[in-house]
T-cell receptor, first 114, second 111 residues
Framework: DTGVSQDPRHKITKRGQNVTFRCDPI?????LYWYRQTLGQGPEFLTY????????KSRLLSDRFSAERPKGSFSTLEIQRTEQGDSAMYLC????????????FGSGTRLTVV | EDQVTQSPEALRLQEGESSSLNCSYTVSGLRGLFWYRQDPGKGPEFLFTLYSAGEEKEKERLKATLTKKESFLHITAPKPEDSATYLCAVQEGAGSYQLTFGKGTKLSVIP
């Protein structure tokens, strides 16, 4: 297993366009998380899935953001009508239901909105 | 008010000069405190989870400790490859699996 994979690594988009990111978790992990990180800040929680069910969503998450995890495997995060403030690193992580509690993060997708 | 505060923001050490990073938290009902290491352009790498006051964990030159209000990450005889940003995160309450991160401490170890 090569860990948590995220695609693309970098995305530059024009303001107002829609973008979609993909995350492939570690195969046996049934929990999947999305975080956002801006320069000089720690990661900020966006949403979390257990299998295919989206169980928790940040109150800060705009309705322009939507995430899915069909069949409990890979996940996608879509941002509609992007704004310059959406520019950030989008991180995906996965974990087991029972374990040491540590989440395994991917290398992230860096989004730049111009 | 920030729930997780890390200090210092940045730390420069000579190789072999031991020091500690601090993480203070104000959450109630702590379920776990996590330490991560993050290299530039990469995702955080899991180091430790601590669950209760008095608990300690070690890995190579790193040792993490936990009290009721703060956690310390002790770095013994650091090497240049220990240079990174160290992030602290807390998980609180029953039924929530989100982590709340601090802003991190950027550690530079000079040869």
């Amino acid at each position: 297993d090569t860990g948590v994979s995220q695609d693309p690594r970098h995305k530059i988009t024009k303001r107002g366009q829609n973008v979609t990111f993909r995350c492939d978790p570690i195969s046996e992990h049934n929990r999947l998380y999305w975080y956002r990180q801006t320069l000089g800040q720690g990661p900020e929680f966006l949403t979390y899935f257990q299998n295919e069910a989206q169980l928790e969503k940040s109150r800060l998450l705009s309705d322009r953001f939507s995430a899915e995890r069909p069949k409990g495997s890979f996940s996608t995060l879509e941002i509609q009508r992007t704004e310059q403030g959406d520019s950030a690193m989008y991180l995906c992580a996965s974990s087991l239901v029972r374990g040491s509690g540590g989440y395994t993060f991917g290398s992230g997708t860096r989004l730049t909105v111009v | 008010e920030d729930q997780v505060t890390q200090s210092p923001e940045a730390l420069r050490l000579q190789e072999g000069e031991s020091s500690s990073l601090n993480c203070s938290y104000t959450v109630s009902g702590l379920r776990g405190l996590f330490w991560y290491r993050q290299d530039p352009g990469k995702g955080p790498e899991f180091l430790f989870t601590l669950y209760s006051a008095g608990e300690e964990k070690e890995k190579e030159r790193l040792k993490a400790t936990l009290t009721k209000k703060e956690s310390f990450l002790h770095i013994t005889a650091p090497k240049p490859e220990d240079s990174a940003t160290y992030l602290c995160a807390v998980q609180e309450g029953a039924g929530s699996y989100q982590l709340t991160f601090g802003k991190g401490t950027k550690l530079s170890v000079i040869p």
